[in-house]
């Protein structure tokens, strides 16, 4: 963690998240990428705003993370949440690579899974919501396109809830890098990797929690061995709102031949993909990614309740 002065110097903290901090309340962070790159204006900022909201009625305190004019925020105003999601993709996609550029710069950032984990460690949160993470992307053995939200989470120590890696990723060869690099995959109430739009797949988590309550002692316990790094907590998604993995499979495929026509690489092919898979399910993959994210809130609150309460 960053001592006090350097948070002073490029950190932000918002006064409900100040105050949760300062009072060792519950606090859930929320990362900002899916406001400017994850779904259209305007249901990325109402998304956004439902977010908090199901956070505070669980009893956490949400704190969106972002970088605005090249000061890390921790906890944004409406008009923030607003201005990201009216700028869309004009905003800089950040992980870790590009937190000091973006700073140094006095530019705007939102924030991946990978620089939400760093940021949040920065002042002290450790339950982050969110909807799916980066892996290991299909093609992988030859594009070498693996996300740094793995590296993170084989580092920082922020418990990460999603719905599992995104599904158009290569799931088993992100599993088996997170194996490698000793982060625990948990599945919330399932043997199996939840596989986003999807509840289940064929792949099986390394352990699997029933309950929040002793997920958190879990955690408790990890970090007070001085264990480093992340855990990767999988929410399955509701299942009246999933796409069953057949049907979203043969609409992942298709996205992918397009975006290998057009010849997308790098940090555009997440957005591309999404977009595209939006498309092609004529909007349910957006309504199947709004339920799930706030799925996530709901659990990720109730986590970090019974952490505090574990650690008093």
């Given at each position: 963690?960053?001592?006090?002065?350097?948070?002073?110097?490029?950190?932000?903290?918002?006064?409900?998240?100040?105050d949760?901090?300062?009072k060792?309340?519950?606090?859930?962070?929320?990362?900002?990428?899916?406001?400017?790159?994850?779904?259209?204006?305007?249901?990325?900022?109402?998304t956004a705003?439902?977010?908090?909201?199901?956070?505070?009625?669980?009893?956490?305190?949400?704190?969106?993370i972002?970088?605005i004019?090249?000061?890390?925020?921790?906890?944004?105003?409406?008009?923030?949440v607003?201005?990201?999601?009216r700028?869309?993709?004009?905003?800089?996609?950040?992980?870790?690579?590009?937190?000091?550029?973006?700073?140094?710069?006095?530019?705007?950032?939102?924030?991946?899974?990978?620089?939400?984990?760093?940021?949040?460690d920065m002042?002290?949160?450790?339950i982050?919501?969110?909807g799916?993470?980066?892996?290991?992307?299909?093609?992988?053995?030859?594009?070498f396109?693996?996300?740094?939200?793995?590296?993170?989470?084989?580092?920082?120590?922020?418990?990460?809830i999603?719905?599992?890696?995104?599904?158009i990723?290569?799931?088993?060869?992100?599993?088996?890098?997170?194996?490698?690099?000793?982060?625990?995959?948990?599945?919330?109430?399932?043997?199996k990797?939840?596989?986003?739009?999807?509840s289940?797949?064929?792949?099986?988590?390394?352990?699997?929690y029933d309950?929040?309550?002793?997920?958190?002692?879990?955690?408790?316990?990890?970090?007070e061995?001085?264990?480093?790094?992340?855990?990767?907590?999988?929410?399955?998604?509701p299942?009246q709102?999933e796409?069953?993995?057949?049907?979203i499979?043969?609409?992942?495929?298709?996205?992918?031949?397009?975006?290998?026509?057009?010849?997308?690489?790098?940090q555009?092919v997440?957005?591309?993909?999404?977009?595209?898979?939006?498309?092609?399910?004529?909007?349910?993959?957006?309504?199947?990614?709004?339920h799930?994210?706030?799925?996530n809130?709901?659990?990720?609150?109730?986590?970090?309740?019974?952490?505090?309460?574990?650690?008093?």
């Amino acid at each position: 963690m960053l001592n006090k002065e350097l948070i002073k110097k490029y950190v932000t903290v918002s006064p409900e998240v100040k105050d949760a901090l300062d009072k060792g309340l519950p606090i859930v962070a929320l990362e900002s990428t899916i406001i400017s790159h994850g779904m259209p204006y305007p249901k990325n900022a109402q998304t956004a705003y439902e977010c908090e909201r199901v956070v505070r009625e669980n009893g956490a305190t949400p704190a969106i993370i972002a970088i605005i004019n090249g000061v890390i925020k921790v906890g944004l105003t409406d008009s923030e949440v607003d201005y990201l999601a009216r700028e869309g993709r004009r905003v800089a996609k950040v992980s870790r690579r590009d937190i000091a550029h973006i700073v140094a710069n006095g530019l705007n950032g939102a924030t991946t899974v990978a620089s939400t984990m760093i940021i949040a460690d920065m002042v002290g949160i450790k339950i982050f919501a969110t909807g799916g993470i980066g892996g290991v992307h299909r093609g992988a053995e030859t594009s070498f396109d693996i996300s740094a939200d793995l590296e993170e989470l084989a580092k920082t120590n922020v418990a990460v809830i999603c719905a599992g890696p995104k599904a158009i990723l290569d799931l088993p060869k992100t599993l088996e890098y997170l194996e490698t690099k000793g982060v625990d995959v948990i599945g919330i109430g399932t043997n199996k990797l939840p596989a986003f739009y999807s509840s289940t797949s064929a792949y099986d988590v390394a352990h699997r929690y029933d309950e929040a309550e002793s997920l958190a002692n879990m955690l408790r316990v990890k970090w007070e061995l001085g264990l480093q790094g992340g855990v990767l907590i999988n929410n399955p998604i509701p299942k009246q709102y999933e796409i069953k993995a057949e049907i979203i499979d043969e609409v992942i495929n298709k996205a992918l031949d397009e975006m290998n026509a057009l010849g997308i690489k790098g940090q555009d092919v997440t957005p591309f993909l999404l977009a595209k898979v939006v498309e092609l399910t004529k909007g349910d993959s957006l309504e199947a990614n709004i339920h799930l994210v706030l799925n996530n809130c709901a659990f990720a609150s109730h986590l970090a309740r019974c952490l505090k309460e574990i650690e008093k």
